[in-house]
């Protein structure tokens, strides 16, 4: 049974940074593309970030580029997500999930999905 479990996630504020993980069980990261979205009240999912099963390759959404990282440790089996220079504007639900596709940016590519973590951003 693949699990994803999201975690790192709290308050932080303007400028200041987080790191969130996504720790997986019953699958192995290192196969398959793993990716971050995030969802806000009211908004759709959006793509933020994914890491290629290299681990070599990663491709970020317009809106963080520049400030978010993802890396994997492969001997943890667990996918990170290194978050900078926060905004208010990155308050949302942040999820992570995995993917067969190499280069997947629509939700509907992923099979599996973690439950979320909370990150808000104060002014």
């Known amino acids: 049974q693949v699990q994803l479990v999201e975690s790192g996630g709290g308050l932080a504020q303007a400028g200041g940074s987080l790191t969130l993980s996504c720790a997986a069980s019953?699958?192995?990261?290192?196969?398959?593309?793993t990716g971050w979205f995030r969802q806000a009240p009211g908004q759709e999912r959006e793509f933020v970030a994914y890491?290629?099963?290299?681990?070599?390759?990663?491709y970020y959404g317009e809106s963080v580029k520049g400030r978010f990282t993802t890396y994997r440790d492969s001997a943890k089996n667990t996918v990170y997500l290194q978050m900078n220079s926060l905004k208010p504007e990155d308050t949302a639900v942040y999820y992570c999930?995995?993917?067969?596709?190499?280069?997947?940016?629509?939700?509907?590519?992923?099979?599996?999905w973690g439950q979320g973590t909370q990150v808000t951003v104060s002014s």
């Open positions: 890491i290629r099963p290299s681990g070599h390759n990663m």
């Open positions: 019953g699958v192995s990261l290192s196969s398959y593309t």
């Open positions: 999930a995995t993917a067969k596709l190499l280069s997947a940016t629509r939700q509907g590519l992923y099979d599996n």
